[in-house]
């Protein structure tokens, strides 16, 4: 027998997030359609770039090698290559991959990083257009570190969007956690030993989080390490977060605004 039809539309996504979130629900759907807290990200920069204080968190919470390479493996729009390449500035002799796939998007990608990092940063900072998900096929344990923000969800925008609303449907999220698991399994392949992995996602769904982050230990057992990021690796600027199984999650309803934004990080033994 086939798979029933995937429940679509505007009264199935709400169902769907009363039904995760219960009595939260009304008061995170409020804060959802309200203005995110973003913040005019200027650390080590030419100029300043504005982006949720949540996805600064995310980028903060992967640590740089003292040396070596670093991907950032789905890159644009380019505000976590920025940050995590602010955060290169003593560290000389760190470098950073900025992927994206997309070619459209890779442009926006160049042009974000061209106007606001310094020449002194932007010389280690290249940008290229692989996919992620396959790259362990041609390489292994070729990164000191990464950065995997993942395609998802991003349920902020489709409640902004009444075209987006009207076509979301439950296959979407089956269909966007079986992308980010090709990912994140591929990114940890090619993460070299001792290094550190951040997987983040801008969803709501437990599915693309949680769900996801917690088969990479099942898969590969005492070689994955979480590590959930804390309230030191934030920042002092951080927004509220609140733990989960394997990571930590940031809800705008607690968070003046930030998010959503979810974090796991994985060392790799």
């Known amino acids: 027998m086939g798979r029933e039809p995937s429940a679509r539309g505007k009264e199935a996504f709400l169902q ?8 939260r629900f009304p008061g995170l759907k409020a804060a959802l359609e309200g203005p995110p807290d973003s913040v005019e990200y200027a650390e080590g920069l030419a100029r300043p770039y504005r982006m949720d204080r949540a996805s600064v968190l995310a980028a903060r919470s992967l640590p740089l090698p003292e040396e070596g390479r670093v991907l950032d493996a789905c890159a644009a ?3 976590k290559s920025l940050v995590l390449a602010s955060r290169m500035a003593d560290r000389p002799g760190v470098t950073l991959t900025s992927n994206e796939l997309s070619a459209d998007r890779r442009r926006r990608l160049r042009d974000v990083l061209a106007i606001h990092l310094p ?6 900072v290249a940008v290229s257009g692989f996919d992620a998900a396959s790259r362990a096929r041609r390489e292994r344990e070729a990164w000191d570190a990464i950065l995997l923000d993942a ?20 296959a979407r999220v089956r269909n966007l956690a079986a992308r980010q698991w090709s ?9 070299k030993p001792g290094g550190a992995l951040v997987y983040s996602t801008c969803a709501l769904s437990p599915e693309e989080n949680d769900g996801v982050a917690g088969r990479l230990g099942a898969k590969y057992g005492d070689r994955v390490s979480y590590e959930p990021p804390s309230a030191e690796d934030a920042g002092p600027e951080a ?8 990571g930590i999650l940031v809800l705008p309803d607690a968070a003046r605004g930030a998010g959503p934004m979810y974090v796991c990080r994985v060392r790799k033994d």
């Open 151 to 170: 395609p998802c969800s991003s349920e902020r925008h489709v409640l902004a969007s009444p075209a987006h609303l009207a076509a979301w449907s439950e």
């Open 16 to 23: 769907r997030y009363e039904r995760i979130f219960g009595d």
């Open 239 to 246: 927004p509220v977060f609140e733990g989960t199984e394997f």
């Open 183 to 191: 990912l994140l399994s591929a990114a940890f392949l090619l993460l």
């Open 119 to 124: 020449p002194e940063l932007a010389g280690r």
């Open 77 to 79: 729009p380019g505000g």
